[in-house]
Protein backbone atom coordinates (compact mmCIF):
# COMPACT_ATOMS: atom_id res chain seq x y z
CA UNK A 1 0.00 0.00 0.00
CA UNK A 2 1.26 3.29 -0.90
CA UNK A 3 -0.17 6.01 1.22
CA UNK A 4 2.59 8.91 -0.26
CA UNK A 5 -0.38 10.65 -2.25
CA UNK A 6 -1.63 11.48 1.28
CA UNK A 7 1.22 14.28 1.25
CA UNK A 8 -0.99 16.05 -1.62
CA UNK A 9 -3.97 16.30 0.48
CA UNK A 10 -5.45 19.19 2.43
CA UNK A 11 -4.59 18.34 5.91
CA UNK A 12 -6.34 21.17 8.73
CA UNK A 13 -6.26 21.09 12.34
CA UNK A 14 -9.40 22.13 13.28
CA UNK A 15 -9.61 24.51 16.46
CA UNK A 16 -11.28 21.75 19.06
CA UNK A 17 -8.31 19.67 18.58
CA UNK A 18 -5.90 22.09 19.67
CA UNK A 19 -7.78 23.02 22.56
CA UNK A 20 -5.41 22.63 25.71
CA UNK A 21 -5.63 20.37 28.23
CA UNK A 22 -8.30 21.71 30.77
CA UNK A 23 -11.33 21.46 28.54
CA UNK A 24 -10.57 18.05 27.16
CA UNK A 25 -9.25 16.38 30.38
CA UNK A 26 -11.48 13.28 30.60
CA UNK A 27 -10.95 12.88 34.53
CA UNK A 28 -10.48 15.80 36.99
CA UNK A 29 -7.30 17.10 37.83
CA UNK A 30 -5.84 16.98 40.72
CA UNK A 31 -6.32 20.57 42.06
CA UNK A 32 -9.79 20.46 40.19
CA UNK A 33 -10.20 17.25 42.52
CA UNK A 34 -8.71 19.07 45.56
CA UNK A 35 -10.65 22.21 44.85
CA UNK A 36 -14.06 20.25 44.69
CA UNK A 37 -15.19 19.77 48.49
CA UNK A 38 -17.64 17.60 48.07
CA UNK A 39 -17.11 14.01 46.56
CA UNK A 40 -19.78 11.78 45.70
CA UNK A 41 -20.19 8.91 47.21
CA UNK A 42 -18.80 5.71 46.51
CA UNK A 43 -16.01 7.88 43.85
CA UNK A 44 -13.14 7.58 45.66
CA UNK A 45 -10.49 9.83 44.88
CA UNK A 46 -7.39 8.07 42.86
CA UNK A 47 -3.71 9.82 45.11
CA UNK A 48 -2.42 9.53 42.10
CA UNK A 49 -3.57 12.29 40.59
CA UNK A 50 -2.77 14.81 43.37
CA UNK A 51 0.49 17.15 43.40
CA UNK A 52 1.85 17.45 46.83
CA UNK A 53 0.65 20.71 46.95
CA UNK A 54 -2.83 19.76 45.68
CA UNK A 55 -3.08 16.72 48.19
CA UNK A 56 -2.24 19.24 51.51
CA UNK A 57 -4.77 21.50 50.41
CA UNK A 58 -7.25 18.40 50.44
CA UNK A 59 -6.49 17.29 53.89
CA UNK A 60 -6.62 20.85 54.88
CA UNK A 61 -10.54 21.31 53.28
CA UNK A 62 -10.83 17.85 55.47
CA UNK A 63 -9.99 19.56 58.41
CA UNK A 64 -6.91 17.61 59.10
CA UNK A 65 -3.15 18.60 58.48
CA UNK A 66 -1.37 19.12 55.61
CA UNK A 67 1.88 16.83 56.73
CA UNK A 68 -0.56 14.02 56.08
CA UNK A 69 0.18 14.72 52.43
CA UNK A 70 3.50 14.12 53.10
CA UNK A 71 3.60 11.52 54.69
CA UNK A 72 1.25 10.03 51.73
CA UNK A 73 3.71 10.80 49.59
CA UNK A 74 6.33 9.53 50.92
CA UNK A 75 4.87 6.03 50.72
CA UNK A 76 3.95 5.85 47.50
CA UNK A 77 6.33 7.66 45.84
CA UNK A 78 9.33 6.72 48.06
CA UNK A 79 8.24 3.46 49.43
CA UNK A 80 6.49 2.12 46.90
CA UNK A 81 3.98 1.61 48.73
CA UNK A 82 0.44 1.02 46.58
CA UNK A 83 -1.89 -0.09 49.69
CA UNK A 84 -3.10 3.04 52.40
CA UNK A 85 -3.12 0.04 54.81
CA UNK A 86 0.60 -0.31 54.68
CA UNK A 87 0.78 3.26 55.27
CA UNK A 88 2.09 2.58 59.60
CA UNK A 89 2.55 6.12 60.49
CA UNK A 90 -0.90 7.03 59.83
CA UNK A 91 -3.34 6.23 62.61
CA UNK A 92 -5.34 3.38 62.24
CA UNK A 93 -8.72 5.57 62.20
CA UNK A 94 -6.93 7.65 59.46
CA UNK A 95 -6.04 5.03 57.39
CA UNK A 96 -9.79 2.97 57.68
CA UNK A 97 -10.82 6.49 56.59
CA UNK A 98 -8.34 6.57 53.72
CA UNK A 99 -9.57 3.53 52.78
CA UNK A 100 -13.02 4.71 52.25
CA UNK A 101 -12.56 7.85 50.39
CA UNK A 102 -9.48 6.91 48.42
CA UNK A 103 -7.46 4.89 46.36
CA UNK A 104 -4.15 4.44 44.83
CA UNK A 105 -4.42 3.29 41.05
CA UNK A 106 -2.12 1.16 39.15
CA UNK A 107 -2.15 0.72 35.85
CA UNK A 108 -2.79 -3.19 34.51
CA UNK A 109 0.46 -4.46 32.63
CA UNK A 110 -1.15 -5.59 29.46
CA UNK A 111 2.44 -7.13 28.07
CA UNK A 112 6.37 -5.99 28.49
CA UNK A 113 8.37 -6.61 25.19
CA UNK A 114 12.29 -6.65 25.65
CA UNK A 115 14.26 -5.47 22.57
CA UNK A 116 17.93 -7.34 22.36
CA UNK A 117 19.47 -3.86 23.11
CA UNK A 118 17.92 -4.00 26.80
CA UNK A 119 15.07 -1.73 25.92
CA UNK A 120 11.56 -2.64 27.17
CA UNK A 121 8.20 -1.77 25.52
CA UNK A 122 5.55 -1.84 28.30
CA UNK A 123 1.89 -1.87 27.27
CA UNK A 124 -0.79 -0.47 29.54
CA UNK A 125 -4.33 -0.93 29.83
CA UNK A 126 -6.18 2.35 31.42
CA UNK A 127 -9.30 1.99 33.39
CA UNK A 128 -11.53 2.81 30.63
CA UNK A 129 -9.84 -0.07 28.58
CA UNK A 130 -7.69 2.29 26.65
CA UNK A 131 -4.05 1.40 26.12
CA UNK A 132 -0.81 3.44 26.10
CA UNK A 133 2.58 2.53 25.78
CA UNK A 134 5.75 3.61 27.81
CA UNK A 135 9.36 2.51 27.02
CA UNK A 136 12.73 2.26 29.50
CA UNK A 137 15.51 2.62 27.65
CA UNK A 138 18.66 2.07 29.66
CA UNK A 139 22.37 3.57 28.46
CA UNK A 140 25.08 3.31 30.78
CA UNK A 141 24.00 4.20 34.23
CA UNK A 142 21.27 6.24 32.44
CA UNK A 143 17.64 4.57 32.30
CA UNK A 144 15.02 6.78 30.96
CA UNK A 145 11.70 6.07 30.49
CA UNK A 146 9.25 7.29 27.38
CA UNK A 147 5.93 7.83 28.28
CA UNK A 148 2.94 8.84 26.91
CA UNK A 149 0.24 12.09 27.08
CA UNK A 150 -2.73 10.92 25.02
CA UNK A 151 -4.09 7.93 23.52
CA UNK A 152 -3.62 8.39 20.23
CA UNK A 153 -3.24 11.96 18.65
CA UNK A 154 -4.67 14.46 16.99
CA UNK A 155 -1.77 15.52 15.22
CA UNK A 156 -1.86 13.70 12.46
CA UNK A 157 1.81 13.98 11.30
CA UNK A 158 2.19 12.21 8.22
CA UNK A 159 5.34 9.79 8.75
CA UNK A 160 3.99 8.58 12.68
CA UNK A 161 2.26 5.96 13.37
CA UNK A 162 0.63 6.86 16.89
CA UNK A 163 -1.06 9.35 14.49
CA UNK A 164 -2.93 6.80 12.52
CA UNK A 165 -4.67 5.82 15.41
CA UNK A 166 -6.43 9.52 15.76
CA UNK A 167 -7.23 11.73 18.16
CA UNK A 168 -8.02 10.11 21.82
CA UNK A 169 -8.21 11.48 24.94
CA UNK A 170 -5.59 12.92 27.18
CA UNK A 171 -4.15 10.83 30.30
CA UNK A 172 -4.73 11.97 33.67
CA UNK A 173 -2.24 12.90 36.41
CA UNK A 174 -2.58 9.40 38.02
CA UNK A 175 -2.11 7.75 34.27
CA UNK A 176 0.89 9.30 33.92
CA UNK A 177 2.21 8.59 37.27
CA UNK A 178 0.67 5.12 36.87
CA UNK A 179 3.60 4.22 33.76
CA UNK A 180 6.22 6.05 35.49
CA UNK A 181 5.36 3.85 39.07
CA UNK A 182 4.27 0.77 36.44
CA UNK A 183 7.82 0.92 34.60
CA UNK A 184 9.88 1.47 37.80
CA UNK A 185 8.52 -2.03 39.29
CA UNK A 186 9.81 -3.56 35.97
CA UNK A 187 13.24 -2.84 36.82
CA UNK A 188 15.74 -5.07 38.58
CA UNK A 189 16.04 -4.44 42.59
CA UNK A 190 17.81 -1.29 43.00
CA UNK A 191 17.57 0.46 39.63
CA UNK A 192 15.59 3.85 39.49
CA UNK A 193 14.37 5.83 36.55
CA UNK A 194 16.79 8.79 35.92
CA UNK A 195 15.63 10.60 33.33
CA UNK A 196 11.74 10.93 31.85
CA UNK A 197 10.97 11.89 28.15
CA UNK A 198 7.59 12.90 27.22
CA UNK A 199 8.55 11.29 23.61
CA UNK A 200 5.85 8.52 23.88
CA UNK A 201 1.98 8.68 22.63
CA UNK A 202 0.27 11.96 22.20
CA UNK A 203 1.21 15.87 22.24
CA UNK A 204 2.19 17.00 26.00
CA UNK A 205 1.32 20.32 25.45
CA UNK A 206 -2.29 19.30 24.45
CA UNK A 207 -2.48 17.88 27.50
CA UNK A 208 -1.25 20.55 29.61
CA UNK A 209 -2.37 21.15 33.11
CA UNK A 210 -1.68 17.37 33.67
CA UNK A 211 1.58 17.47 32.46
CA UNK A 212 2.68 20.61 34.75
CA UNK A 213 0.60 18.39 37.78
CA UNK A 214 2.42 15.30 36.38
CA UNK A 215 6.45 17.53 36.29
CA UNK A 216 5.45 19.11 40.03
CA UNK A 217 5.47 15.24 41.48
CA UNK A 218 8.09 13.81 39.34
CA UNK A 219 10.43 16.44 41.06
CA UNK A 220 8.85 16.99 44.39
CA UNK A 221 11.78 16.27 46.74
CA UNK A 222 9.45 13.96 48.66
CA UNK A 223 8.71 12.45 45.57
CA UNK A 224 10.71 10.61 42.81
CA UNK A 225 12.76 13.95 43.15
CA UNK A 226 13.96 13.95 39.78
CA UNK A 227 15.71 17.37 38.57
CA UNK A 228 13.69 19.43 36.02
CA UNK A 229 16.84 18.71 33.98
CA UNK A 230 16.33 15.19 33.49
CA UNK A 231 12.74 15.99 32.22
CA UNK A 232 11.96 16.68 28.53
CA UNK A 233 9.35 17.33 26.89
CA UNK A 234 9.05 17.14 22.96
CA UNK A 235 6.29 19.00 20.88
CA UNK A 236 5.30 19.40 17.39
CA UNK A 237 5.50 22.98 18.18
CA UNK A 238 2.43 24.89 19.86
CA UNK A 239 3.55 28.26 20.07
CA UNK A 240 1.20 29.36 23.15
CA UNK A 241 1.79 26.08 25.18
CA UNK A 242 5.72 26.52 24.78
CA UNK A 243 5.81 29.70 26.09
CA UNK A 244 3.57 28.84 29.17
CA UNK A 245 5.46 25.77 29.66
CA UNK A 246 8.75 27.32 29.86
CA UNK A 247 7.07 30.16 32.19
CA UNK A 248 6.18 27.34 34.48
CA UNK A 249 9.17 24.74 35.00
CA UNK A 250 13.05 24.51 33.80
CA UNK A 251 12.43 21.56 31.83
CA UNK A 252 14.18 20.60 28.76
CA UNK A 253 12.18 21.24 25.35
CA UNK A 254 12.26 19.02 22.29
CA UNK A 255 11.25 20.63 19.39
CA UNK A 256 9.84 18.15 16.45
CA UNK A 257 10.85 20.20 13.83
CA UNK A 258 11.22 17.23 11.12
CA UNK A 259 11.44 20.12 7.87
CA UNK A 260 13.18 23.65 6.83
CA UNK A 261 10.38 24.80 4.87
CA UNK A 262 7.17 25.76 5.38
CA UNK A 263 5.78 23.95 2.52
CA UNK A 264 7.78 20.83 3.45
CA UNK A 265 6.48 21.32 6.88
CA UNK A 266 2.85 21.55 5.86
CA UNK A 267 3.11 18.77 3.78
CA UNK A 268 4.52 15.85 6.61
CA UNK A 269 3.06 17.97 9.62
CA UNK A 270 -0.32 19.99 9.99
CA UNK A 271 0.10 21.77 12.53
CA UNK A 272 2.59 24.04 10.67
CA UNK A 273 -0.25 25.38 8.87
CA UNK A 274 -1.49 26.54 12.48
CA UNK A 275 2.47 28.03 13.77
CA UNK A 276 4.96 27.96 10.36
CA UNK A 277 8.29 28.29 11.08
CA UNK A 278 8.58 31.87 11.80
CA UNK A 279 6.00 32.08 14.56
CA UNK A 280 7.94 28.64 15.84
CA UNK A 281 11.43 29.94 15.84
CA UNK A 282 10.38 33.58 17.77
CA UNK A 283 8.68 31.49 19.93
CA UNK A 284 12.04 28.82 20.70
CA UNK A 285 13.43 32.46 20.99
CA UNK A 286 11.51 34.14 23.49
CA UNK A 287 11.47 30.71 25.23
CA UNK A 288 15.10 31.05 25.61
CA UNK A 289 14.97 34.20 27.46
CA UNK A 290 12.42 33.21 30.15
CA UNK A 291 14.68 32.09 33.31
CA UNK A 292 13.95 29.03 33.00
CA UNK A 293 15.66 28.09 30.54
CA UNK A 294 18.94 29.88 31.28
CA UNK A 295 21.58 28.30 29.26
CA UNK A 296 19.64 25.21 28.17
CA UNK A 297 19.57 24.48 24.20
CA UNK A 298 16.54 23.26 22.89
CA UNK A 299 16.68 20.39 20.95
CA UNK A 300 15.39 19.91 17.66
CA UNK A 301 14.80 16.74 16.53
CA UNK A 302 14.96 15.88 12.72
CA UNK A 303 13.64 12.54 11.54
CA UNK A 304 15.28 12.18 8.30
CA UNK A 305 12.81 10.82 5.52
CA UNK A 306 14.18 9.75 2.13
CA UNK A 307 13.80 12.05 -0.73
CA UNK A 308 11.44 13.92 1.70
CA UNK A 309 13.85 16.21 3.95
CA UNK A 310 16.80 14.66 3.39
CA UNK A 311 19.20 16.61 0.33
CA UNK A 312 22.01 18.79 1.14
CA UNK A 313 20.13 21.81 0.62
CA UNK A 314 18.22 20.51 3.59
CA UNK A 315 21.08 20.19 5.72
CA UNK A 316 21.90 23.94 5.08
CA UNK A 317 18.81 25.55 5.94
CA UNK A 318 19.03 22.76 9.02
CA UNK A 319 21.81 24.63 10.28
CA UNK A 320 20.31 27.79 9.46
CA UNK A 321 17.58 27.47 11.50
CA UNK A 322 19.80 25.90 14.17
CA UNK A 323 21.90 28.79 14.51
CA UNK A 324 19.18 30.83 15.19
CA UNK A 325 18.57 29.51 18.38
CA UNK A 326 20.40 28.05 21.37
CA UNK A 327 20.10 24.25 19.89
CA UNK A 328 21.10 20.81 19.55
CA UNK A 329 20.07 18.68 16.62
CA UNK A 330 19.20 14.99 17.49
CA UNK A 331 18.94 12.72 13.87
CA UNK A 332 16.40 10.25 14.15
CA UNK A 333 16.62 8.13 10.88
CA UNK A 334 12.59 7.69 9.85
CA UNK A 335 11.44 3.97 11.93
CA UNK A 336 9.24 2.64 9.21
CA UNK A 337 6.57 0.61 10.87
CA UNK A 338 3.68 -1.21 9.22
CA UNK A 339 1.43 0.17 6.42
CA UNK A 340 4.17 3.03 6.51
CA UNK A 341 4.50 5.55 3.66
CA UNK A 342 7.90 6.81 3.87
CA UNK A 343 11.22 5.16 3.55
CA UNK A 344 14.78 5.23 5.91
CA UNK A 345 17.33 6.97 3.80
CA UNK A 346 20.64 5.01 3.26
CA UNK A 347 23.21 4.66 5.88
CA UNK A 348 25.07 6.66 3.87
CA UNK A 349 22.96 9.04 3.19
CA UNK A 350 22.45 9.43 7.02
CA UNK A 351 26.40 9.29 7.77
CA UNK A 352 26.59 12.66 4.85
CA UNK A 353 23.45 14.50 6.18
CA UNK A 354 24.90 13.99 9.79
CA UNK A 355 28.53 14.93 8.16
CA UNK A 356 27.25 18.26 6.34
CA UNK A 357 25.80 19.43 9.83
CA UNK A 358 28.51 18.39 11.92
CA UNK A 359 31.32 19.91 9.50
CA UNK A 360 29.10 23.26 9.79
CA UNK A 361 29.94 23.76 13.26
CA UNK A 362 26.63 23.10 14.83
CA UNK A 363 26.12 20.50 17.64
CA UNK A 364 24.26 17.38 15.73
CA UNK A 365 24.25 13.96 16.83
CA UNK A 366 22.64 10.74 15.27
CA UNK A 367 20.13 9.37 17.71
CA UNK A 368 20.86 5.82 18.02
CA UNK A 369 17.77 3.67 16.97
CA UNK A 370 16.77 1.79 20.28
CA UNK A 371 14.20 -0.76 20.36
CA UNK A 372 13.06 -1.19 16.64
CA UNK A 373 13.16 -5.01 16.71
CA UNK A 374 9.97 -4.62 18.80
CA UNK A 375 8.27 -1.20 17.40
CA UNK A 376 9.43 0.92 20.51
CA UNK A 377 11.63 3.37 18.52
CA UNK A 378 10.03 7.11 18.07
CA UNK A 379 6.58 7.40 16.11
CA UNK A 380 5.90 3.67 16.52
CA UNK A 381 4.13 3.86 19.63
CA UNK A 382 0.72 2.49 18.59
CA UNK A 383 -1.41 -0.58 19.69
CA UNK A 384 0.75 -3.47 17.80
CA UNK A 385 -1.80 -4.75 15.41
CA UNK A 386 -4.82 -2.66 16.67
CA UNK A 387 -3.76 0.81 15.03
CA UNK A 388 -5.40 1.20 11.66
CA UNK A 389 -3.58 0.66 8.85
CA UNK A 390 -4.77 3.43 6.63
CA UNK A 391 -4.38 6.48 7.39
CA UNK A 392 -7.19 8.39 8.98
CA UNK A 393 -8.02 10.98 7.09
CA UNK A 394 -8.37 14.66 8.90
CA UNK A 395 -11.23 16.46 9.81
CA UNK A 396 -11.95 19.53 7.54
CA UNK A 397 -11.18 23.03 9.48
N1 LIG B 1 3.88 15.00 19.96
C1 LIG B 1 5.20 15.21 20.50
C2 LIG B 1 5.70 13.99 21.27
C3 LIG B 1 5.98 12.79 20.40
S1 LIG B 1 7.68 12.52 20.45
C4 LIG B 1 6.14 15.62 19.41
O1 LIG B 1 5.73 15.65 18.26
O2 LIG B 1 7.28 15.97 19.69
C5 LIG B 1 7.96 11.37 19.21
C6 LIG B 1 9.06 11.83 18.27
O3 LIG B 1 9.25 10.82 17.25
C7 LIG B 1 8.67 13.09 17.55
O4 LIG B 1 9.81 13.85 17.25
C8 LIG B 1 8.10 12.52 16.27
O5 LIG B 1 8.01 13.47 15.27
C9 LIG B 1 9.06 11.41 15.98
N2 LIG B 1 8.54 10.40 15.08
C10 LIG B 1 7.26 10.11 14.82
N3 LIG B 1 7.18 9.10 13.95
C11 LIG B 1 8.43 8.75 13.65
C12 LIG B 1 9.00 7.75 12.82
N4 LIG B 1 8.23 6.91 12.15
N5 LIG B 1 10.34 7.66 12.76
C13 LIG B 1 11.11 8.47 13.49
N6 LIG B 1 10.64 9.42 14.29
C14 LIG B 1 9.31 9.57 14.37
Not at 184 to 196: C, D, Q, S, W
Request: glycine residues 6%; charged residues 20%.
Amino acid sequence: MSAIHHDTEAVHLSETQLVPATEVTAAPTALQTAASASIAPNERIDLLDFTREALEQYFIEQGDKAFRARQIFRWIYKQGVTDIAEMTDLSRAMREHLLEFATISSLEVVRVMDSIDGTKKILFRLKDGAQVEAVLIPIGRRITLCISSQVGCALGCRFCYTATMGPGRNLTIAEYMGQFLGSARLLPEGKTITNVVFMGMGEPLINFQNLIGTLSILTDELGPKLGARRLTVSTAGLCPQILKLGETFPVRLALSLHATTDAQRDQIMPINQRYNLKALFDTLRTFQKLPTQQSLPVTLEYTLIQDINDSPEDAKRLIKLSRSVRSKINLIPYNEHPGAPYKRPSQEAIAEFLRILQVSGVLATERQTRGDDILAACGQLALDGEAKKIRRPLPPR
